[in-house]
């Protein structure tokens, strides 16, 4: 009887994985795809909808699309994992038993206890995220005036944080409306972690959109109508965008799973505490010299691959492959500008912007479009992204 694989989430890692598995395995195994969605998104483009919700279009593709006819469907929630009975539970469909079973479900926001936070901010996970985001703007901007402008606030300016706030303005300055932005950083410089260089040139660019910058003073509470600051006086907001921070998600709480915040544990290899569970992308904590695996779009990209490899081995009792995560550098979209920094593209220049950067980001996008569906598509999406 053939063995039954199991792949959970269609973001990066699980599409990803879900067409290596169906190169390696072939007919010798059930495969069996699993998401709360039945569409990949192209999740690093997501924010181009807050902007403009033409844009999902362009950035979302069907799982019909992306799959092979053989490959088992099945649109649900994962509410559960049990990895001694080997069963995934489902919000609304029956529990599917496994053999093997990659984990690639993503991850929720980190509110880190701050009151108030989770109850009135909007997040930025998901496609749908984006489209609220989008009519909370709308909305705003439609009751505010110039003599009383709307205030959107995002909180954290990491990737997700900058992007938005981008976005933000681009809408703003598309439709001349009465906005006002301010992007909050709890830390004391924007892009935190990050080389000094990509961090002025983003604040730059921020600047210059006129976007307000407020770093060095964490936001300690969330009311209905301003956050609250550690030293800061209030801030009033109409909308309020939180994009700091991950943990994993409650479907993996009570897994019986080796695990920090409800991500998984993994080697290099993507296996877990249990052989017959491996672990990718932002559900996971996957080992790299000492540290872990970042939990970025690119890294997902580039693990998706050896963990389809890995499942295939371990069915067929072969050695599994280490993974080392190779770092391209970054690109950073600031509406219809970008950044990018430590990208082996313009020789003897580690950050750069302006149309290369912007040119080099679209590619980006492009580039996992085609691998995903096909080169039609790319081109089709190329002038949203």
């Known amino acids: 009887m ?15 994985a879900v067409q290596r598995l169906e190169s390696e395995l072939g007919d010798d195994a059930d495969l069996v795809w699993i998401s709360d969605t039945d569409y990949h998104l192209v999740l690093h483009e997501s924010h181009r909808c807050i902007r403009d919700p033409s844009v999902r279009d362009s950035i979302t593709f069907p799982v019909e699309e992306i799959k092979a006819p053989s ?37 929720a926001t980190a509110f880190y206890g701050i009151p108030g936070l989770a109850e ?3 997040t930025l996970k998901s496609l749908d995220d984006a489209l609220s985001i989008h009519e909370a703007l709308v909305a705003a901007a439609k009751e505010a005036t ?16 900058i992007q938005t706030a981008g976005e933000v303005a681009e809408y703003r300055d598309e439709h001349d409306a009465p906005i006002d932005i301010v992007l909050v950083e ?3 410089e924007i892009f935190p972690g990050q080389d000094p260089s990509i961090q002025q040139a983003l604040r730059k660019r921020l600047e210059a959109r006129d976007i307000e910058i407020m770093t060095g003073d ?32 409650d479907a993996l709480e009570d897994s019986g799973l080796d695990n920090e915040h409800n991500r998984l544990s993994a080697d ?44 295939a081995r371990a069915i067929e009792g072969r050695s599994l492959k280490s993974w080392r995560h190779d770092d391209k550098g970054t690109v950073v979209s600031v509406g219809e500008d970008a950044v990018a920094h430590d990208v082996d593209v313009v020789p003897f220049v580690d950050t750069f912007g302006s149309v290369p950067a912007r040119l080099l980001k679209k590619a980006i996008a492009a580039r996992w479009i085609k691998d995903i569906s096909s080169w039609r598509r790319a081109k089709t999406a190329w002038p949203d992204l």
């Open 218 to 249: 964490p936001i300690t509470e969330a009311t209905e109508e301003a956050v609250i600051f550690e030293d800061a006086d209030d801030l009033h907001f109409d909308v309020l965008v939180w994009t700091g921070g991950i943990s994993g998600r």
């Open 120 to 122: 009135h901010s909007h």
């Open 71 to 107: 490959t088992t469907f099945v649109h649900s929630e994962v509410t559960g994992l049990d990895a001694e009975a080997q069963t995934i539970e489902l919000a609304d469909a029956d529990d599917v038993d496994y053999d093997y079973v990659l984990v690639a479900i993503g991850s």
């Open 268 to 311: 290099d290899t993507f296996q877990t505490s249990d052989d017959r569970v491996f672990a990718i992308g932002d559900s996971a904590l996957v080992a790299q010299n000492g540290d872990v695996a970042p939990p970025t779009a690119q890294a997902a990209w580039q693990a998706a691959e050896v963990a389809g490899q890995n499942l």
């Open 146 to 161: 110039r003599s009383n402008p709307a205030t959107v606030v995002i909180g954290g300016a990491g990737l997700s944080g």
């Open 186 to 188: 709890a830390l004391d």
């Open 2 to 16: 053939s063995p039954t694989v199991a792949v959970l989430g269609a973001g990066y890692a699980g599409a990803g």
